[in-house]
């Protein structure tokens, strides 16, 4: 069996941050804080909603978590600014080094996946709004089992609708949680560190491999 690689979608292909240049004409120089506190909310929403058994799709969590940062930052948006945000996720850029590194697994015989707590629909729309959409098998969502990443039960999904198994299945994140709770599951893990400033949790799942770019991708896991 070919190894099956599943691509964490949002932070690791696709810049969240590139929300920022919609927040700028909103709020100007304090979009980056805006930006990145917005992103670590969304993310905690998952965790909690998990927790609790308490699932709303991903768009749920962003929204809520959109009007928790306005609210913390003091920013009093408009609701057709709310709205611009939140469809600007359907718009975001790839990061620099994606496009090379999908063109070189793309001619190895490697599965690929996206596999995003995002719904189907929207991650369908996302990858191909930033011209990846083609690159891959299919879009394995958590949306099917009602529950987040990093869930044992959302890698298991994963490694059943990529009709894989625990021994050829791959992780590729840029979330250190994310890679964590493959690595817990059993699957291997790839950790893109896309930034020196990001630091791994000191956990006894370690990555298989850490990359600082998703280019040596291949050459890492074969």
Known sequence: MNITLGFDVYGTLIDTHGVIVQLEQMIGG??????????E??????FRRGLMNCYQDFSVCTRQALEHTAATL???LSEQ????????????????DVVECLDTLSDTGISL?????????AVHTALANAGIRGYFQGVVSVDSIGTFKPSPAVYEHFVTAANSDTDHAWLVSSNGFD????IAYGIRAAWIQRSEAVV?????FTPTV???????????IS
Not at 30 to 39: G, I, V
Not at 41 to 46: G, M, R, S, V
Not at 81 to 95: D, G, R, Y
Not at 200 to 204: A, G, S, V
């Open 179 to 182: 890679v964590i709770g493959a």
């Open 41 to 46: 909310k969304q993310l905690e929403y998952t």
């Open 113 to 121: 996946y996206a596999f995003s707590n995002g719904q189907a629909e």
């Open 81 to 96: 600014q709310k709205q611009t945000l939140l469809e600007a996720w359907s718009t975001l850029p790839v990061f620099d």
């Open 30 to 39: 304090e979009a980056p804080r805006f930006s990145q506190t917005w992103r």
């Open 200 to 204: 791994y949790d000191p956990w006894e």
């Open 74 to 76: 003091d920013h009093d």
């Open 210 to 220: 850490t990359l600082s770019t998703l280019a040596n991708l291949y050459e890492a």
